[in-house]
C-alpha cells in the first residue's frame, strides 16, 4: 500500500476539471477500494490549495 500521492493527484486533476471534493473523494474511494484521501492532513491540504490549483487551470 502506497502513502497516497497518486490518489491526490488523481483528486486535484478531477477538482481542476469541475468535480466537487466530495464526489471526488468517493469516486476514487469506491474505484481505490480503500478511503481517500488516506489522512485528514490530506484531505485539508488538498482543500487548501484547490482554489490555487483551479486558477492555474
Do not use: C, H, N
Request: hydrophobic share 40%; net charge positive.
Amino acid at each position: 500500500m502506497g502513502i497516497g500521492r497518486t490518489s491526490l493527484v488523481s483528486a486535484g486533476v478531477l477538482m481542476v476539471s469541475g468535480a466537487s471534493p466530495d464526489t471526488v473523494f468517493d469516486l476514487l474511494s469506491e474505484k481505490r477500494t480503500l478511503k481517500v484521501p488516506d489522512t485528514p492532513k490530506q484531505k485539508d491540504w488538498l482543500l487548501s490549495i484547490k482554489d490555487d490549483l483551479i486558477m492555474m487551470k
